[in-house]
């Protein structure tokens, strides 16, 4: 089909929006014009009034944990992407830890696709994975090289991990690791804590009787991951592997990442909104709500995350969606064993709006970046996704940059309902939701409505990252 959508705004320069139109052909973007401009042209099998909205580029969240196959009581492909489609993301790039077999080998990952696929409401990407466990296997370079040949987006490895199933590296599996990475030329994203560090204080809290919210964090000090990302920059400059820190909530380890990167190392990183959005103090008052690893930190840490997004030293910002049972599994009656991890996807685009733009930490042309530029082009997609161009793919949300709402846990889409911005009131909302041309979510007032599940389709990597 080719539709002609109107009445509507785009991005432009800095916080600036121009009117615009466009043409939608066969799924992707064919032209671009100022309204009216389009009009007179042929072959429309339908018009689309967008009704005054914003039209930003689908958002892409880097960093998801749906759970599927095997941890699907927490979430699955069918909810998960549901909630992404909700907030106006239109492409979501899965974790290779949190399913059952581990995405380590192809027949995982093949297994994998057949299980999510018929699920999926938005496009998606998977992470491959590298693990302690997969090291066992003397196949295990063999198998990395097929998941890069299937396309996988890049490569997880774990630091320091708290999964049986997918254990953490030693140094010098790491350093192994980083160097097939490189030859192979595609970016690991490192979950970058100093495992002797974290182990060490951990044994100390507990061992004092500590029990508290401020206890467990304590058993991960900034120190651990400031320690951790100076190792991986120095792995970086003797592998030459494309490093990526994933949800750095430190800014001294966050002005490490960026001397390293002005001296020419191939390091990066991304944050999330829990980050960005609450401290040690929240933590305290919300307790397991807020439970993450790493954990939050101080307001300066919160203050240099943001000014590292508006400066670029923060490449993009993704949500480590990772939702537990709930209540369950939030309220064990210890901080110890109590489930790591928040819901997020829904509510990316619309935080990094309000609280981003909205406050004017940063403009909107960064925030399309942050979302969707700067990860469609680390995850080697730039070709098809990522920005409003004729060419791409047509993945875009219309929002209502004026709505102000409140966020209530029991109206998002992820299976478990329970978030961490409970009560926030944000300015800026999702409407609709087109992947590909095609819409999949619509909000009218208090209803919604979504497509058909299946919609979604599996996106290889395709190229290096650009320079």
């Given at each position: 089909?080719?539709?002609?959508?109107?009445?509507?705004?785009?991005?432009?320069?800095?916080?600036?929006?121009?009117?615009?139109?466009?043409?939608?052909?066969?799924?992707?973007?064919?032209?671009?014009?100022?309204?009216?401009?389009?009009?007179?042209?042929?072959?429309?099998?339908?018009?689309?009034?967008?009704?005054?909205?914003?039209?930003?580029?689908?958002?892409?969240?880097?960093?998801?944990?749906?759970?599927?196959?095997?941890?699907?009581?927490?979430?699955?492909?069918?909810?998960?992407?549901?909630?992404?489609?909700?907030?106006?993301?239109?492409?979501?790039?899965?974790?290779?830890?949190?399913?059952?077999?581990?995405?380590?080998?192809?027949?995982?990952?093949?297994?994998?696709?057949?299980?999510?696929?018929?699920?999926?409401?938005?496009?998606?990407?998977?992470?491959?994975?590298?693990?302690?466990?997969?090291?066992?296997?003397?196949?295990?370079?063999?198998?990395?090289?097929?998941?890069?040949?299937?396309?996988?987006?890049?490569?997880?490895?774990?630091?320091?991990?708290?999964?049986?199933?997918?254990?953490?590296?030693?140094?010098?599996?790491?350093?192994?690791?980083?160097?097939?990475?490189?030859?192979?030329?595609?970016?690991?994203?490192?979950?970058?804590?100093?495992?002797?560090?974290?182990?060490?204080?951990?044994?100390?809290?507990?061992?004092?009787?500590?029990?508290?919210?401020?206890?467990?964090?304590?058993?991960?000090?900034?120190?651990?991951?400031?320690?951790?990302?100076?190792?991986?920059?120095?792995?970086?400059?003797?592998?030459?592997?494309?490093?990526?820190?994933?949800?750095?909530?430190?800014?001294?380890?966050?002005?490490?990442?960026?001397?390293?990167?002005?001296?020419?190392?191939?390091?990066?990183?991304?944050?999330?909104?829990?980050?960005?959005?609450?401290?040690?103090?929240?933590?305290?008052?919300?307790?397991?709500?807020?439970?993450?690893?790493?954990?939050?930190?101080?307001?300066?840490?919160?203050?240099?995350?943001?000014?590292?997004?508006?400066?670029?030293?923060?490449?993009?910002?993704?949500?480590?969606?990772?939702?537990?049972?709930?209540?369950?599994?939030?309220?064990?009656?210890?901080?110890?064993?109590?489930?790591?991890?928040?819901?997020?996807?829904?509510?990316?685009?619309?935080?990094?709006?309000?609280?981003?733009?909205?406050?004017?930490?940063?403009?909107?042309?960064?925030?399309?970046?942050?979302?969707?530029?700067?990860?469609?082009?680390?995850?080697?997609?730039?070709?098809?996704?990522?920005?409003?161009?004729?060419?791409?793919?047509?993945?875009?949300a219309a929002l209502d940059p004026d709505e102000a709402w409140?966020?209530?846990?029991?109206?998002?889409?992820?299976?478990?309902?329970?978030?961490?911005?409970?009560?926030?009131?944000?300015?800026?909302?999702?409407?609709?939701?087109?992947?590909?041309?095609?819409?999949?979510?619509?909000?009218?007032?208090?209803?919604?409505?979504?497509g058909e599940p299946g919609a979604g389709q599996f996106v290889?990597?395709?190229?290096?990252?650009?320079?």
């Open positions: 089909m080719r539709v002609r959508f109107f009445d509507l705004s785009v991005p432009d320069r800095g916080d600036r929006v121009r009117r615009a139109e466009f043409v939608v052909g066969g799924g992707r973007f064919e032209a671009f014009g100022a309204p009216g401009a389009l009009a007179g042209g042929s072959g429309f099998d339908a018009e689309v009034s967008l009704k005054g909205l914003l039209v930003l580029p689908g958002a892409i969240d880097g960093h998801v944990h749906f759970d599927d196959p095997g941890f699907t009581w927490r979430e699955n492909f069918a909810t998960g992407t549901r909630a992404a489609a909700a907030g106006g993301v239109t492409t979501v790039v899965d974790m290779p830890c949190t399913s059952l077999p581990p995405v380590t080998t192809r027949a995982a990952l093949r297994n994998k696709l057949g299980v999510v696929a018929p699920k999926a409401m938005v496009d998606f990407m998977f992470w491959g994975g590298i693990s302690g466990n997969a090291f066992e296997d003397p196949q295990w370079e063999r198998h990395a090289a097929d998941l890069v040949a299937d396309g996988v987006a890049a490569f997880k490895l774990y630091m320091l991990s708290g999964m049986e199933t997918f254990r953490d590296l030693a140094p010098d599996q790491m350093r192994a690791a980083l160097k097939v990475l490189a030859r192979l030329g595609i970016p690991a994203g490192v979950h970058a804590e100093d495992r002797e560090l974290v182990v060490a204080r951990t044994a100390e809290a507990r061992a004092a009787g500590g029990n508290t919210p401020l206890d467990y964090a304590a058993s991960r000090p900034a120190e651990a991951e400031i320690r951790a990302v100076a190792a991986l920059i120095g792995m970086s400059c003797e592998t030459g592997a494309r490093v990526h820190v994933v949800h750095l909530s430190s800014g001294v380890a966050l002005d490490r990442i960026r001397a390293a990167a002005d001296e020419g190392v191939a390091v990066s990183a991304e944050t999330c909104p829990q980050y960005l959005a609450f401290t040690r103090s929240d933590l305290a008052t919300l307790g397991a709500l807020l439970k993450t690893a790493p954990v939050v930190k101080e307001p300066e840490d919160r203050d240099r995350l943001w000014a590292g997004l508006a400066d670029g030293s923060l490449q993009h910002v993704a949500t480590d969606h990772a939702a537990g049972e709930w209540p369950g599994e939030k309220t064990t009656g210890s901080i110890w064993t109590d489930y790591g991890g928040v819901p997020g996807v829904e509510l990316l685009v619309p935080f990094l709006f309000s609280e981003g733009v909205g406050r004017r930490r940063i403009t909107l042309e960064r925030m399309t970046e942050l979302v969707s530029g700067a990860p469609a082009r680390f995850f080697g997609v730039a070709g098809r996704k990522g920005r409003l161009a004729a060419g791409l793919d047509a993945d875009f409140t966020v209530d846990a029991v109206a998002l889409h992820n299976l478990n309902r329970y978030t961490t911005f409970q009560g926030w009131t944000s300015t800026g909302r999702v409407r609709e939701t087109w992947v590909r041309g095609r819409k999949v979510f619509a909000r009218t007032g208090s209803e919604t409505w979504f290889r990597r395709e190229a290096a990252e650009a320079a």
